[in-house]
């Protein structure tokens, strides 16, 4: 498997995510081979445009959903934007740019 370069990681966790992009890119991923029977590598393989057209696709029939959608901003407080997951800065209002 392709661990894109990634440096080596303090825990086996910390690797996870850096490996797997995130926890939005494995919701993207773990739905692209559910509902499109496409393996990692095949999603990787499909131009920006295609994979986005498919995102689109899946967010009208309501298969994913946007994190605005769904995510309560009011309570970050106790959140570390320095160590918070994808979703967690989402939470604080901050962007969050997927690779791809």
Known sequence: MDHRNVPPPKTTDHRYE???????NRVLLYVAR??????????YALPWWQQRMYIDGMMA???IRSADEDEDYADFDD???????DAALRRMGLSVIDGG
């Open 34 to 43: 559910r509902k499109l029977g496409l393996s990692v590598e095949e999603w």
């Open 18 to 24: 850096l490996i797997s992009g995130g926890e939005s």
């Open 61 to 63: 029939e309501g298969v």
């Open 79 to 85: 959140e570390d934007p320095v160590t918070a997951s």
